[in-house]
């Protein structure tokens, strides 16, 4: 299984960037898809964006696409989540996901492990 932590969250203002990382441990992560999902104050946990296993195909929810860009570096055990310009909506806490197959992780699909979750706040 594949253990995630986060890091890169923090407080920004509307139409800043910042840039998340996922690093991972465990020998099957440079073969398990990988996602982004995040979880605003009060509601449901969301997809943002899923990477395949090789960084070739990615998926991303409309909400962010053209925003937000997901990539891996498998040499280095870590997925990143880059993220401009960001809105008031994207406040939430961010979590990192494995999936259970080489495929990109997209809504719905079963997830293997999850991380702690980075708090990302945007402010005006």
């Known amino acids: 299984q594949v253990q995630l932590v986060e890091s890169g969250g923090g407080s920004v203002q509307a139409g800043g960037s910042l840039r998340l990382s996922c690093a991972a441990s465990g020998r099957t992560f440079g073969v398990t898809g990988m996602g982004w999902f995040r979880q605003p104050p009060g509601k449901e946990r969301t997809f943002v964006a899923g990477i395949n296993w090789s960084g070739a195909n990615t998926y991303y929810a409309d909400s962010v696409k053209g925003r937000f860009t997901i990539s891996r570096d498998n040499a280095k055990n870590t997925v990143t989540l880059q993220m401009n310009p960001l809105k008031l909506e994207d406040t939430a806490v961010y979590l990192c996901?494995?999936?259970?197959?080489?495929?990109?992780?997209?809504?719905?699909?079963?997830?293997?492990?999850w991380g702690q979750g980075t708090q990302v706040t945007v402010s005006s």
């Open positions: 996901a494995a999936g259970k197959s080489t495929l990109v992780v997209r809504p719905g699909d079963d997830i293997g492990s």
